[in-house]
Structure formats: C-alpha cells, structure tokens
C-alpha cells in the first residue's frame, strides 16, 4: 500500500468507525432522543408514567376549553389515533391553535388527564399568505385540512 | 483527464493570485443579492397565515444555517484532501473555512431563538435538531482551538484535519433529526425532494439569500486564504515580493 492510500483509507476508516459509532449511540437512546411522545406511544405504555415527559400531537379541534376568569385551560391532545387530554394553567405561545401541533410537558395523571405545566407549539413546514389559506379553507368547507402526520417522520 | 490545473492549485503564489482576481467576482454579486433578497423578503413577501410578520425570520435563519452545514462539508473535504495528497493549499483552505462556518452556525442559533421564543413558546430547548446544531458550532470552534494549541503547522494541519472528518457524522444527523425523531423543529420545507412547501413569491427571496450567502462565503473564505497562505508562507522570497 502506498503512503497516499494508506491515507485515504484513514480517511475512509475514520468515516466508517465514527458512523457506526453514532448509529449505534442513536439506536441505544433512541427513546431519550425523542423529543415528545405522541398519543399512540403514550397509549402503548412507552412513555415514562411515573415521571415528567413531553406529549405532542395535534390540538383537536373543538376541545379547548377556557375556564373564565383564570388562566385554566383544557383541551385534547390527538394523533388522529388515541386522545389524550390535557389540563394547563398559564400563558400558551402565539401559535397554539385548534388543528396544530402542540408539545406539553408534565406528568400523566392516574385519572388519564395530562396535567401540563408547560406548553410549547409546533409549527409545521407549509407557509403560505393568508388569501391563500383562505382559499383552501373555502374550498374544504371552511375547514383547514390538517397534515394528520403530526410527527415529523417520513411521510407514508 | 488534463490535471494540470489541479496541480498547479498547489502552488500557494498561484493560489495567492487566483484568489485575489476572483474575489470581486464573488462579493459584489453577494452584496447586491443579499440586499436585494432582504428587501424581497422583509418588504414583498406576503405574510403567513398563521406566524403573520414573524415568519421572516426565516429569509436570515433558514440560508445560515444551510450554509453552517455547508460549510464544513467544504472545510471536511478540504481537509481530506489535504490529508491524503499532503497538499498545504487545502489544509489552508479548510482553515479559513472555520471561522465562516461558525458565524453561520452561530447566526442560524441566535436568529432560531429570537423566532422560538414568540412561535414556540421558548427560546431553546433541548431538541435533537437544536441540541446537532448547537454540536455543529462546539466541532467549528474545537477545530479552530486545536489548530491554534498546537505550533507545529504540519501537526496543527493533520490532527484538525482528523477532527473535521470525524464531525463530517454530525451533518446527516443534523439534516434528519427531524426526521428520525420527534422533533419540535418543522420538516424542511424547501431541502427535500418533494416541491417546495411556500409558494413562488415566498420563496424566491430565500433561494436569494441562500445564493447571496454562498456568494458571501466563497468571498470571504478567498480573503481568508490569502491572509493564511501568506503567513504559512512568510519566510518564501515570493511573498516578500508580493508584500514590498
């Protein structure tokens, strides 16, 4: 072997060993590296029950419910799959809205209601102008359709 | 295949030359882009229906943090080749890349959480896309530490070089961290395979930017690689000729 491909396998060595490294730590922590956990994996029992975990979904529309004169709220967490509802006291980011994602952080109840203390949103990759979205809201009967992958994964 | 321009990429007062004649090339047309695609998006674009003004933000952080990846992709590779073929050319190269990549990387972070904070309710969190950027800055800033800890040029070269091609991993994990695992970053919109999810009149001022950007870099990075060849070179008689 000459010094130049002892080299380039060098090069190609560090790439192999370094991806394999990373695969195999992205498979060991693949449920730490989960940022939030969706309905069906909290149904599914792979969510941690005794301790605080972020659920995400999407808000079902209809369910927000304020209760006046304080900051309490509730609403119903969903993958279009199981539901989860969720119980909030506190200010919600701009863009938490009936039909999109949501992301909420806290501790599952034994009555079943995930009880919230902190709420982010999450927004999804369309952007469009607001005639547009009125638009397409027309055309399917004054509702927006909702993307129903409410996870980012790869589209089925 | 005629290889004698690559060879001659070699010589560090050809480099020098080629560099100084190309790099008006690269930065007026950055300069005016960049202006230009400001202007396309902060004043043109329509706003979005559900982020409103604050969407704009994506015409500064979307281009950074594409060209953050970008970036080291080119400094890896330059310091590969330097590697393989001992070419001091590209190891000069791939130094000058680092601090651009890291400004990039280091805006694309700022610009995210001045944009998190209204949309998702906080600035940072510690997500898989944000915490594999985050990354990308600590790999750009270690690269550049242990280049300067270390005196012997030829030394500082390989062993940045090594460290380059090993954070080469950190760049699929960045791009489909939102893919493989829940995320609360958005799937790309436009740096997919499928049709741009922003329709023409938003989108074309961030496809600017991102040409803008890149014109911007190869600029800077040729007036960085003049300055690092020249003191690489400071002992040669062709630079004393060059500087008097």
Same mark, same amino acid.
């Given at each position: 072997?000459?010094?130049?491909?002892?080299?380039?396998?060098?090069?190609?060595?560090?790439?192999?060993?370094?991806?394999?490294?990373?695969?195999?730590?992205?498979?060991?922590?693949?449920?730490?590296?989960?940022?939030?956990?969706?309905?069906?994996?909290?149904?599914?029992?792979?969510?941690?029950?005794?301790?605080?975990?972020?659920?995400?979904?999407?808000?079902?529309?209809?369910?927000?419910?304020?209760?006046?004169?304080?900051?309490?709220?509730?609403?119903?967490?969903?993958?279009?799959?199981?539901?989860?509802?969720?119980?909030?006291?506190?200010?919600?980011?701009?863009?938490?809205?009936?039909?999109?994602?949501?992301?909420?952080?806290?501790?599952?109840?034994?009555?079943?209601?995930?009880?919230?203390?902190?709420?982010?949103?999450?927004?999804?990759?369309?952007?469009?102008?607001?005639?547009?979205?009125?638009?397409?809201?027309?055309?399917?009967?004054?509702?927006?359709?909702?993307?129903?992958?409410?996870?980012?994964?790869?589209?089925? | 295949?005629?290889?004698?321009?690559?060879?001659?990429?070699?010589?560090?007062?050809?480099?020098?030359?080629?560099?100084?004649?190309?790099?008006?090339?690269?930065?007026?047309?950055?300069?005016?882009?960049?202006?230009?695609?400001?202007?396309?998006?902060?004043?043109?674009?329509?706003?979005?229906?559900?982020?409103?003004?604050?969407?704009?933000?994506?015409?500064?952080?979307?281009?950074?943090?594409?060209?953050?990846?970008?970036?080291?992709?080119?400094?890896?590779?330059?310091?590969?080749?330097?590697?393989?073929?001992?070419?001091?050319?590209?190891?000069?190269?791939?130094?000058?890349?680092?601090?651009?990549?890291?400004?990039?990387?280091?805006?694309?972070?700022?610009?995210?959480?001045?944009?998190?904070?209204?949309?998702?309710?906080?600035?940072?969190?510690?997500?898989?896309?944000?915490?594999?950027?985050?990354?990308?800055?600590? @790999?750009?800033?270690?690269? #550049?530490?242990? !280049?300067?800890?270390?005196?012997? *040029?030829? %030394?500082?070269?390989? $062993? &940045?070089? =090594?460290?380059?091609?090993?954070?080469?991993?950190?760049?699929?994990?960045?791009?489909?961290?939102?893919?493989?695992?829940?995320?609360?970053?958005?799937?790309?919109?436009?740096?997919?395979?499928?049709?741009?999810?922003?329709?023409?009149?938003?989108?074309?001022?961030?496809?600017?930017?991102?040409?803008?950007?890149?014109? @911007?870099?190869?600029?800077? #990075?040729?007036? !960085?690689?003049?300055?690092?060849? *020249?003191? %690489?070179?400071?002992? $040669? &008689?062709? =630079?004393?000729?060059?500087?008097?």
């Amino acid at each position: 072997m000459t010094p130049r491909r002892r080299r380039i396998a060098l090069v190609v060595g560090i790439l192999a060993g370094v991806s394999l490294a990373a695969l195999l730590a992205a498979r060991a922590f693949q449920d730490n590296v989960m940022f939030f956990f969706d309905p069906s994996q909290v149904a599914a029992g792979s969510a941690p029950l005794d301790k605080r975990f972020r659920l995400g979904g999407m808000v079902r529309p209809g369910t927000v419910a304020r209760t006046a004169g304080s900051l309490e709220m509730q609403f119903v967490v969903t993958d279009f799959q199981r539901d989860v509802p969720v119980r909030y006291s506190g200010v919600v980011p701009d863009l938490f809205r009936e039909n999109q994602g949501v992301v909420a952080h806290g501790k599952l109840g034994s009555d079943g209601i995930f009880v919230a203390d902190e709420i982010l949103a999450k927004h999804d990759e369309n952007y469009m102008p607001p005639e547009v979205a009125r638009a397409i809201k027309e055309k399917h009967g004054g509702v927006m359709p909702v993307n129903p992958d409410i996870r980012n994964g790869p589209r089925t | 295949m005629d290889w004698t321009w690559f060879h001659r990429l070699a010589s560090p007062p050809h480099i020098y030359r080629v560099a100084g004649t190309l790099t008006p090339w690269f930065a007026w047309p950055a300069g005016l882009l960049i202006v230009s695609a400001l202007y396309a998006g902060l004043f043109l674009a329509p706003p979005d229906y559900q982020q409103g003004e604050g969407f704009r933000m994506i015409y500064v952080h979307a281009p950074s943090a594409w060209l953050s990846v970008m970036i080291y992709g080119v400094m890896a590779t330059a310091a590969a080749v330097g590697l393989i073929w001992r070419m001091k050319v590209a190891h000069a190269a791939a130094a000058s890349c680092a601090a651009i990549g890291a400004s990039f990387t280091f805006v694309s972070l700022v610009t995210g959480m001045l944009w998190g904070k209204p949309m998702w309710g906080t600035y940072w969190v510690w997500d898989p896309r944000l915490t594999a950027q985050l990354v990308l800055l600590i @790999l750009y800033l270690g690269y #550049m530490a242990l !280049r300067s800890g270390i005196d012997d *040029l030829g %030394r500082a070269d390989r $062993a &940045s070089a =090594v460290l380059a091609i090993i954070g080469v991993v950190n760049l699929p994990i960045i791009r489909y961290s939102v893919e493989w695992w829940n995320s609360i970053h958005q799937a790309p919109s436009v740096m997919k395979m499928e049709r741009p999810s922003m329709p023409f009149d938003m989108l074309a001022p961030l496809l600017m930017m991102l040409l803008g950007f890149t014109l @911007l870099f190869a600029a800077v #990075m040729l007036v !960085r690689m003049r300055a690092e060849v *020249l003191r %690489r070179e400071r002992g $040669a &008689s062709w =630079v004393k000729e060059v500087v008097s």
